[in-house]
């Protein structure tokens, strides 16, 4: 297609099988859009696009993701302020017929409904430890690290000392934002029955507070993480791969030597093999 129509803070152009978000640096571009600079969503991940009336002379274009397929979105769950939605673009009123025509177009284009089965969007970068109030919390694309903060943290964590979560050990991730109360980062873990829910008693748990896990820091910092998990899910579903019996048992130890399947998959699937 190769149309572009520029609004608010951002630029969407749209080929063939996707729309190419760039996101404007500025004063009063939202700093999530700065994090994220631009990002390319194939059609087939969203299910929905609007062409809305705005304020002041405005028109107002979104794009609707499916559910489970951006892990920004997951990770964000309907948290974001409006202004600081992705997907929303604010345009000038003379973009009215431009903006309806490619709506229609696209809309022929898009994925279904349904839920994705896997994420289609690109993870945020993470090139940084995320700092929260008590905690240092690191990802290395394997394992959450937590390192407690000597003045932030609870005397529970500061005793329990730091803290590592290999994939392995991690189920998904709650992200409650910065912005409102009792914002935190929270690692669900496939063993934590009986443990300390509290974030500031929750050893896999980093609290925010007053210039700490800031929404464009925290977020895309909780879906690359979200991503690596739902990522690591994948193989461990497919982990039985063809060939003969010790070449799959090969194939197998490595995957858990690498701590991408626990000891408890690593030995089903092995019976499973006989």
Same mark, same amino acid.
């Given at each position: 297609?190769?149309?572009?129509?520029?609004?608010?803070?951002?630029?969407?152009?749209?080929?063939?099988?996707?729309?190419?978000?760039?996101?404007?640096?500025?004063?009063?571009?939202?700093?999530?859009?700065?994090?994220?600079?631009?990002?390319?969503?194939?059609?087939?991940?969203?299910?929905?696009?609007?062409?809305?009336?705005?304020?002041?002379?405005?028109?107002?274009?979104?794009?609707?993701?499916?559910?489970?397929?951006?892990?920004?979105?997951?990770?964000?769950?309907?948290?974001?302020?409006?202004?600081?939605?992705?997907?929303?673009?604010?345009?000038?009123?003379?973009?009215?017929?431009? %903006? =309806?025509? +490619? &709506?229609?177009?696209?809309?022929? *284009? !898009?994925?279904? @409904? /349904? $839920?994705?089965?896997?994420?289609?969007? #690109?993870?945020?970068?993470?090139?940084?430890?995320?700092?929260?109030?008590?905690?240092?919390?690191?990802?290395?694309?394997?394992?959450?690290?937590?390192?407690?903060?000597?003045?932030?943290?609870?005397?529970?964590?500061?005793?329990?000392?730091?803290?590592?979560?290999?994939?392995?050990?991690?189920?998904?991730?709650?992200?409650?934002?910065?912005?409102?109360?009792?914002?935190?980062?929270?690692?669900?873990?496939?063993?934590?029955?009986?443990?300390?829910?509290?974030?500031?008693?929750?050893?896999?748990?980093?609290?925010?507070?007053?210039?700490?896990?800031?929404?464009?820091?925290?977020?895309?910092?909780? %879906? =690359?993480? +979200? &991503?690596?998990?739902?990522?690591? *899910? !994948?193989?461990? @579903? /497919? $982990?039985?791969?063809?060939?003969?019996? #010790?070449?799959?048992?090969?194939?197998?130890?490595?995957?858990?030597?690498?701590?991408?399947?626990?000891?408890?998959?690593?030995?089903?699937?092995?019976?499973?093999?006989?």
């Amino acid at each position: 297609m190769g149309d572009v129509l520029a609004g608010n803070h951002a630029v969407w152009e749209f080929d063939s099988d996707s729309v190419i978000i760039r996101f404007a640096r500025g004063l009063r571009t939202p700093r999530l859009w700065h994090a994220l600079r631009e990002r390319r969503i194939p059609l087939e991940a969203l299910s929905e696009v609007t062409l809305t009336g705005g304020k002041r002379d405005t028109l107002v274009l979104r794009a609707v993701p499916r559910a489970g397929a951006d892990p920004l979105m997951e990770a964000a769950a309907g948290q974001l302020k409006e202004n600081c939605d992705p997907y929303r673009l604010v345009l000038p009123a003379e973009a009215g017929a431009r %903006a =309806a025509a +490619l &709506a229609d177009e696209v809309r022929g *284009r !898009l994925g279904p @409904a /349904t $839920a994705a089965e896997r994420f289609l969007v #690109g993870v945020p970068e993470v090139t940084a430890p995320l700092k929260a109030y008590d905690a240092r919390v690191g990802f290395d694309g394997t394992a959450v690290t937590f390192h407690w903060s000597r003045t932030g943290a609870s005397s529970t964590k500061w005793k329990a000392g730091d803290q590592r979560y290999p994939l392995a050990a991690v189920t998904g991730v709650a992200w409650h934002s910065p912005e409102g109360p009792e914002g935190h980062l929270r690692l669900r873990l496939r063993d934590a029955a009986g443990g300390d829910t509290r974030p500031d008693h929750d050893l896999a748990a980093a609290v925010f507070g007053v210039g700490y896990g800031a929404v464009h820091e925290s977020l895309p910092f909780a %879906a =690359a993480v +979200l &991503a690596a998990v739902r990522g690591r *899910r !994948l193989t461990v @579903a /497919t $982990a039985t791969p063809k060939g003969s019996g #010790g070449d799959r048992l090969h194939h197998l130890r490595e995957l858990h030597g690498a701590g991408l399947l626990t000891d408890a998959e690593y030995s089903a699937l092995r019976d499973r093999l006989g």
